[in-house]
């Protein structure tokens, strides 16, 4: 049994559908393919969607569950990690959302729901550096984006890389982690760039 991961936002703004279905599966490009290393990855990710988008999703397939304003897929990912829809209240608005849950764990949708709650009610848009990392993955094209194989240092392995430009040398992978503030400053995009720090919750 693995520990369970963190909750985290992994998208700023409110994904469209070809938005929706790149993050599906945003870590498609994983150099390990086993069952924990899936759930450490995907479970607790979460990003919002438009009401077309939840709708849409809702009408796929018969879910396989339906929990007031929730519902999760019948078809898993990997393992016991599957998606949940949520339409939730935050400030007087509905908005729309989707997470990845492992079902094994009995609290991980009520968790996740309040998790978003939380976070979205926050009265000024801030983000963590994690949450600025993971909108840099998310919205990095797959040839652009990777992870570290076995040229690179042994403790270095599987970690994820995006590309920078690294003046005579051109574009080489940089460690995702490893960016400077300026960095990823420069990776974000504009409205997203000079929104002052949150601390992670």
């Known amino acids: ?3 369970a991961p963190a909750i985290r936002k992994v998208f700023q703004g409110v994904a469209d559908r070809r938005q929706m279905y790149r993050m599906f599966d945003r870590h498609t490009g ?3 393919h086993n069952a924990d290393d899936a759930t450490t990855l995907y479970a607790g990710e979460w990003f919002e969607i438009d009401e077309a988008e939840h709708d ?3 009408a796929v397939e018969a879910p396989l569950w339906i929990r007031g304003s929730m519902f999760a897929l019948r078809q898993f990912l990997t393992g016991t990690v599957t998606s949940v829809f949520f339409a939730l209240s935050i400030d007087d608005a509905i908005r729309y959302f989707h997470g990845y849950c492992d079902l094994s764990d009995d609290d991980a949708v009520e968790a996740m729901r309040l998790a978003i709650i939380e976070r979205e009610s926050r009265p000024v848009r801030a983000m ?3 949450e600025r990392l993971e909108h840099i993955w998310s919205s ?3 040839p652009y984006r990777g992870y570290t194989g076995d040229r690179w240092p042994y403790a270095s392995r599987g970690q994820r890389t995006v590309l920078f430009f690294g003046g005579k040398l051109g ?7 490893s960016l400077t503030d300026e960095e990823v400053a ?3 995009p504009v ?3 000079y929104l002052p720090d949150a601390v992670a919750s």
Request: avoid cysteine; glycine fraction near 0%; aromatic fraction near 8%.
């Open 1 to 3: 049994m693995t520990t």
């Open 56 to 58: 849409y999703m809702f």
């Open 171 to 177: 574009s080489v992978p940089r460690l995702l982690n």
């Open 128 to 130: 963590t550096r994690d």
């Open 186 to 188: 420069a990776k974000l």
């Open 191 to 193: 409205h997203l760039r």
């Open 30 to 32: 994983r150099t390990t």
């Open 140 to 142: 990095t094209a797959e």
